[in-house]
């Protein structure tokens, strides 16, 4: 069955970076595109970061685009993302997704504070 395993999450202070991974299995990760989402404590979900299974193509949240930068290793079926410029705005449980079989990872934690 489809995994999704987040990982890289952590305590940051304001304008720092962190780099989550993602690591798939379960499908054939070449074949779908992969999102990061993110759920700050009293908010709903929200969509982060986009990448195309072909051309790496790419898309971003207003909120974060020019401070992330999501990529993707496929010899490796693992799907990054690159926060830089931390804001405490960002504070919130980071999950990967494939939107197109509805998967999601248990998530993880980041928080940005001082």
């Known amino acids: 069955q489809v995994q999704l395993v987040e990982s890289g999450g952590g305590l940051v202070q304001p304008g720092g970076s962190l780099r989550l991974s993602c690591a798939a299995s379960?499908?054939?990760?070449?074949?779908?595109?992969m999102r990061w989402y993110r759920q700050a404590p009293g908010k709903e979900r929200e969509w982060v970061a986009h990448?195309?299974?072909?051309?790496?193509?790419?898309s971003y949240a207003d909120s974060v685009k020019g401070r992330f930068t999501i990529s993707r290793d496929n010899a490796k079926n693992t799907v990054f993302l690159q926060m830089n410029k931390l804001k405490s705005e960002d504070t919130a449980v980071y999950y990967c997704?494939?939107?197109?079989?509805?998967?999601w990872g248990q998530g993880t934690q980041v928080t940005v504070s001082s």
């Open positions: 997704a494939v939107p197109t079989l509805s998967s």
């Open positions: 990448i195309y299974n072909i051309g790496s193509i790419t």
């Open positions: 379960g499908f054939t990760f070449t074949n779908y595109a």
